[in-house]
């Protein structure tokens, strides 16, 4: 699953909702000569600004030798450079000027960001520069970390919710990058080295492989002049790039890691599309009306009706080549077998059974409606731009984004559901009290 590891210092469309999203303006974009790109998205009736740094640079650009670099140098860049010496200091800059500082690791890029009121926008670009162009990674900073980032592995290998949906990726995509987890290794946690982390950053962290965004009360002409004074990047190319996803074809469909838990946690679910293939927003809406929601047909049916679930929900994850779309659960464990063929069930209806024009109508309305209240947020706002920017060929707007939604009919629900969710392709990661002899029992209810 696409978690992102965090960490913290403190053309107009007929839409009723369309009185909200009029009050961002269209995005726009400049591109330096060293192939920066500034993305700026002007928000009215906003007195704050965010400042969001995100890098092409990820788990998926990982070796299994250094698998968890990226998320451990993203923790180093708050230890000190040049301007602001170490923790404290770029603490007590972003605090005492009421701001939201915040910083994540995914599988595709890594982000940075400072959330802010408008007269303290250069606090945040003053200390986000200075993170990115002068970090030192002290040896004894990254012995001090060492602890925490085990600490934090250590956590998420007791929380079975998160670890399962990462033997779920394992399962589907297998021994390369996009099967390996964001947090990585102990043994590379507990070995990397400062010289490690200066030749990471200096092959990744490049203009060219860099977007910066800026949400909220800004101009554009303001925030274009603003990073350009800030942020003077070595004209300097990225060294290379991730491998591609090769699809493997396996035997495989049940990943199962036996432990002593009060709950079952499982995810049952397929390789699905790439984030930029012409059905995306149809597989999102596909998810949406599967487990999006509680009015949705697991939560109705799985859940509620049959009380087979604490949590359970279905989310998609998008890459650059290839992508997932996932059912995840927590269920009574003498049950589980009950709630894996429940879940089964609905995606063989959904297949077989066109969905009501109520139903469509319904989740349609509910996705554009999240999205449109992300938008609310200019951290949110930034992302979406400054993702899209980094990643991708074309920049949609929210407008566009809203009337691919709009478009999508039953049929296309069906035709992306045919092709995404048969028994073949299913694939199955469970943690609970359970032996290996379980699996084939846990196989066979796929078949």
Same mark, same amino acid.
């Given at each position: 699953?696409?978690?992102?590891?965090?960490?913290?210092?403190?053309?107009?469309?007929?839409? !009723?909702?369309? &009185?909200?999203?009029?009050?961002?303006?269209?995005?726009?974009?400049?591109?330096?000569?060293?192939?920066?790109?500034?993305?700026?998205?002007? *928000?009215?009736?906003? @007195?704050?600004?965010?400042?969001?740094?995100?890098?092409?640079?990820?788990? %998926?650009? #990982?070796?299994?030798?250094?698998?968890?670099?990226?998320?451990?140098?993203?923790?180093?860049?708050?230890?000190?450079?040049? %301007?602001?010496?170490?923790? %404290?200091?770029?603490?007590?800059?972003?605090?005492g000027a009421g701001g939201e500082f915040n910083a994540f690791t995914g599988k595709e890029y890594a982000g940075y960001y400072v959330k802010i009121?408008?007269?303290?926008?250069?606090? /945040?670009?003053?200390?986000?520069?200075?993170?990115?162009?002068?970090? @030192?990674?002290?040896?004894?900073?990254?012995?001090?970390?060492?602890?925490?980032?085990?600490?934090?592995?250590?956590?998420?290998?007791?929380?079975?919710?998160?670890?399962?949906? =990462?033997?779920?990726?394992?399962? *589907?995509?297998?021994?390369? !990058?996009?099967?390996?987890?964001?947090?990585?290794?102990?043994?590379?946690? +507990?070995?990397?080295?400062?010289?490690?982390?200066?030749?990471?950053?200096?092959?990744?962290?490049?203009?060219?492989?860099?977007?910066? /965004?800026?949400?909220?009360?800004?101009?554009?002409?303001?925030?274009?002049?603003?990073?350009?004074?800030?942020?003077?990047?070595?004209? +300097? @190319?990225?060294?290379?790039?991730?491998?591609?996803?090769?699809?493997?074809?396996?035997?495989?469909?049940? =990943?199962?890691?036996?432990?002593?838990?009060?709950?079952?946690?499982?995810?049952?679910? $397929? #390789?699905?599309?790439?984030?930029?293939?012409?059905?995306?927003?149809?597989?999102?809406?596909?998810?949406? *009306?599967?487990?999006?929601?509680?009015?949705?047909?697991?939560?109705?049916? $799985? %859940?509620? &009706?049959?009380?087979?679930?604490?949590?359970?929900?279905?989310?998609?994850?998008?890459?650059?080549?290839?992508? /997932?779309?996932?059912?995840?659960?927590?269920?009574?464990?003498?049950?589980?077998?009950?709630?894996?063929?429940?879940? &089964?069930?609905?995606?063989?209806?959904?297949?077989?059974?066109?969905?009501?024009?109520?139903?469509?109508?319904?989740?349609?309305?509910?996705?554009?409606?999240?999205?449109?209240?992300?938008?609310?947020?200019?951290? #949110? $706002? &930034?992302?979406?731009?400054?993702?899209?920017?980094?990643?991708?060929?074309?920049? @949609?707007?929210?407008?566009? $984004?809203?009337?691919?939604?709009?478009?999508?009919? /039953?049929?296309?629900?069906?035709?992306?559901?045919?092709?995404?969710?048969?028994?073949?392709?299913?694939?199955?990661?469970?943690?609970?009290?359970?032996?290996?002899?379980?699996?084939?029992?846990?196989?066979?209810?796929?078949?």
């Amino acid at each position: 699953m696409q978690i992102l590891f965090k960490f913290f210092i403190k053309g107009s469309l007929c839409y !009723p909702e369309r &009185a909200f999203y009029k009050k961002i303006s269209m995005h726009k974009i400049t591109t330096l000569s060293n192939n920066l790109k500034i993305v700026s998205s002007k *928000i009215e009736g906003t @007195k704050s600004v965010t400042a969001l740094i995100l890098v092409g640079a990820g788990s %998926r650009y #990982e070796t299994e030798e250094n698998n968890g670099i990226s998320h451990f140098l993203e923790h180093m860049f708050f230890k000190g450079a040049e %301007r602001f010496k170490n923790t %404290r200091e770029v603490s007590e800059a972003i605090d005492g000027a009421g701001g939201e500082f915040n910083a994540f690791t995914g599988k595709e890029y890594a982000g940075y960001y400072v959330k802010i009121a408008k007269h303290n926008l250069d606090t /945040a670009l003053n200390v986000l520069s200075d993170m990115m162009i002068n970090s @030192k990674f002290l040896p004894e900073e990254i012995e001090k970390e060492r602890g925490v980032i085990l600490e934090e592995f250590n956590m998420y290998l007791d929380t079975p919710m998160y670890q399962v949906g =990462w033997d779920f990726e394992k399962l *589907i995509y297998g021994n390369q !990058p996009l099967g390996r987890d964001q947090i990585g290794t102990k043994e590379l946690i +507990k070995n990397i080295q400062q010289k490690d982390f200066v030749e990471y950053k200096n092959s990744l962290y490049t203009p060219d492989n860099i977007t910066i /965004a800026l949400a909220g009360s800004i101009e554009h002409e303001e925030a274009a002049k603003k990073v350009q004074e800030y942020f003077d990047f070595d004209d +300097k @190319k990225k060294a290379f790039d991730f491998v591609p996803y090769e699809q493997k074809e396996t035997q495989e469909t049940v =990943w199962l890691k036996e432990k002593k838990t009060e709950q079952a946690h499982l995810v049952l679910g $397929v #390789e699905a599309l790439s984030a930029e293939d012409e059905g995306i927003y149809i597989e999102k809406l596909l998810a949406v *009306i599967l487990g999006g929601n509680m009015s949705s047909r697991m939560f109705l049916n $799985v %859940r509620e &009706a049959q009380g087979l679930a604490y949590y359970i929900q279905t989310t998609t994850d998008d890459y650059l080549d290839t992508g /997932a779309l996932s059912t995840r659960a927590g269920v009574d464990i003498s049950r589980i077998d009950d709630a894996i063929v429940a879940i &089964a069930k609905e995606y063989t209806k959904i297949t077989n059974e066109l969905i009501s024009e109520k139903e469509l109508k319904k989740s349609k309305e509910y996705l554009k409606g999240k999205i449109i209240l992300s938008f609310e947020d200019s951290e #949110e $706002v &930034a992302h979406f731009y400054a993702k899209q920017t980094l990643l991708y060929e074309k920049t @949609k707007s929210i407008d566009e $984004v809203l009337e691919k939604i709009e478009k999508i009919t /039953a049929e296309d629900i069906q035709r992306i559901a045919k092709k995404l969710l048969k028994k073949e392709r299913m694939k199955l990661a469970i943690i609970g009290p359970y032996q290996n002899k379980d699996k084939v029992r846990f196989e066979n209810l796929l078949n």
